[in-house]
């Protein structure tokens, strides 16, 4: 995954943890429980909108997805719902440990079909057919997206590592870009976090269709790229 021999690389040093540290997973949400603090991102089409909310005295994310009504789709790879392949990423990594060791943002919990009437805040919701589904997660302050100005080695290889073992357990990130791997400059070593899931796919390596074999590849290759043309550039420039 990065440009030095895979097997050469040292296992991934945990990341400093969340200061919230663990949380149990939530599926019943109340909106009482729920105060609105702003709204960070909203896609064109409101796919998907992400809200600074504050849930029982915690400030957290709540990723708010449109509804489908049971998308569809022919390949027996792809999770075609937004919202389940958010969750089902972040439920995965949860469960794997990413969450603790801070490379992921920690997962609060869920809530299916917001009757939107009762948040007053998901009001640009209420005339879609469809009630939204939502994940809460942790909200990380001073994130800022990969770049020249916060680069180092040992981010880039502890990015690369932790790609490398979401490919190992059959997790496709699906948009390895630059603003999904978010760094918190901090001492004594940076925090570093993938972000945004609704790309992915979860499968079991080897019995899979050799296009998704293919989308790993090719991920692991445009990771690849980043890292080497980060090592190369002129910071004297």
């Given at each position: 995954?990065?440009?030095?021999?895979?097997?050469?690389?040292?296992?991934?040093?945990?990341?400093?943890?969340?200061?919230?540290?663990?949380?149990?997973?939530?599926?019943?949400?109340?909106?009482?429980?729920?105060?609105?603090?702003?709204?960070?991102?909203?896609?064109?089409?409101?796919?998907?909108?992400?809200?600074?909310?504050?849930?029982?005295?915690?400030?957290?994310?709540?990723?708010?997805?449109?509804?489908?009504?049971?998308?569809?789709?022919?390949?027996?790879?792809?999770?075609?719902?937004?919202?389940?392949?958010?969750?089902?990423?972040?439920?995965?990594?949860?469960?794997?440990?990413?969450?603790?060791?801070?490379?992921?943002?920690?997962?609060?919990?869920?809530?299916?079909?917001?009757?939107?009437?009762?948040?007053?805040?998901?009001?640009?919701?209420?005339?879609?057919?469809?009630?939204?589904?939502?994940?809460?997660?942790?909200?990380?302050?001073?994130?800022?997206?990969?770049?020249?100005?916060?680069?180092?080695?040992?981010?880039?290889?502890?990015?690369a590592q932790a790609l490398s073992e979401f490919h190992q357990?059959?997790?496709?990130?699906?948009?390895?870009?630059?603003?999904?791997?978010?760094?918190?400059?901090?001492?004594?070593?940076?925090?570093?976090?993938?972000?945004?899931?609704?790309?992915?796919?979860?499968?079991?390596?080897?019995?899979?269709?050799?296009?998704?074999?293919?989308?790993?590849?090719?991920?692991?290759?445009?990771?690849?790229?980043?890292?080497?043309?980060?090592?190369?550039?002129?910071?004297?420039?």
């Amino acid at each position: 995954m990065s440009s030095s021999d895979p097997s050469s690389v040292l296992p991934l040093t945990p990341s400093p943890k969340s200061p919230c540290g663990a949380a149990d997973l939530q599926t019943q949400v109340q909106p009482s429980s729920v105060q609105f603090l702003g709204l960070l991102s909203q896609d064109s089409d409101r796919r998907a909108s992400v809200y600074k909310v504050k849930k029982d005295d915690q400030v957290c994310l709540m990723k708010v997805f449109r509804g489908q009504d049971n998308p569809t789709t022919t390949d027996p790879d792809e999770e075609p719902c937004l919202f389940l392949r958010e969750y089902k990423a972040y439920k995965l990594l949860k469960e794997k440990g990413f969450c603790d060791r801070g490379v992921v943002p920690d997962f609060y919990g869920i809530v299916r079909e917001i009757d939107v009437l009762l948040w007053p805040f998901l009001s640009p919701f209420v005339n879609d057919r469809f009630r939204p589904d939502a994940v809460f997660i942790e909200y990380i302050p001073n994130a800022e997206p990969c770049q020249i100005s916060n680069f180092s080695e040992d981010n880039l290889t502890r990015f690369a590592q932790a790609l490398s073992e979401f490919h190992q357990m059959g997790l496709l990130h699906g948009d390895s870009m630059p603003r999904n791997m978010l760094v918190v400059k901090q001492e004594p070593r940076d925090r570093i976090i993938w972000i945004d899931f609704d790309c992915s796919q979860i499968v079991q390596r080897g019995k899979c269709q050799e296009y998704t074999e293919a989308k790993f590849i090719q991920e692991e290759a445009l990771m690849t790229e980043f890292v080497e043309f980060l090592a190369t550039w002129d910071f004297s420039k």
